[in-house]
T-cell receptor, first 108, second 119 residues
């Protein structure tokens, strides 16, 4: 099992807000990064650091952390946001990287 | 920055998987570089990275079988995974990697290449 725990699935109505969480002890020391992966495509970085986005990522994607839980929020979800989302950070002792198992987001 | 994986799509069990990642738009010495894999229908697994100075860190679960090298002359880096089994069947991605004190992420990704190791 992963050291980063994500809910397997979440659904959101078109235009509404969804929060995807990632829980792990290591998140008290390291920021999570978040990746969107559409079917058949490579992952794409959407949020990193405290709450930064690469150029080209819409501002409806935002990140936050509280204690041992990081969250990716999609505000005003679009049909195009339907994808798998993975968080990543360091393992518990900080000597290598790990990914969460992923959350599949369905836009209704 | 663009990355492109290349290598055989089929490897026999017990043999060695060898992949190359070609980097354009950045000097290989400017970043850390990672390999990440994804078995069919499953999640992402980090394999390891090589630093801008050539130091390597590997996933403990694969460490005994993995080597990552950089070839500065060709702006490429490579992955070698020895003694493969069917469990190593996956899409393999290369990615540029930012490694810092608390902020770390995989910034640019290749399109991935499927490597099958049928039993």
């Amino acid at each position: 099992s992963s050291e980063l725990t994500q809910d397997p699935t979440v659904s959101v109505a078109l235009g509404q807000t969804v929060r995807i969480t990632c829980q792990g002890d290591n998140l008290r020391s390291y920021h999570a990064s978040w990746y969107q992966q559409r079917p058949g495509q490579a992952p794409v970085l959407v949020v990193f650091g405290r709450n930064d986005r690469p150029s080209g990522i819409p501002d409806r994607f935002s990140g936050s952390t509280s204690g041992d839980t990081a969250a990716l929020t999609i505000s005003g979800a679009q049909a195009d946001d339907e994808a798998d989302y993975y968080c990543s950070s360091r393992n518990r002792i900080g000597d290598h990287f790990v990914f969460g198992a992923g959350t599949r987001v369905t836009v209704l | 920055v663009q990355l492109e994986e290349s290598g055989p799509g089929l490897v026999k069990p017990s043999e060695t998987l060898s992949l190359t990642c070609s980097v354009s738009g950045a000097f290989i010495s400017s970043y850390f570089w990672s390999w990440v894999r994804q078995p069919p229908g499953k999640g992402l697994e980090w394999i390891g990275y090589i630093s801008d100075s050539g130091d390597t860190v590997y996933n403990p679960s694969l460490k005994s079988r993995v080597t990552i090298l950089v070839e500065k002359a060709t702006n490429q880096f490579s992955l070698e995974l020895r003694s493969v089994t069917s469990a190593d069947t996956a899409v393999y991605y290369c990615a540029s990697t930012i490694v810092g004190a608390t902020v770390e992420y995989f910034e640019h990704w290749g399109q991935g290449t499927l490597v099958a190791a049928p039993s």
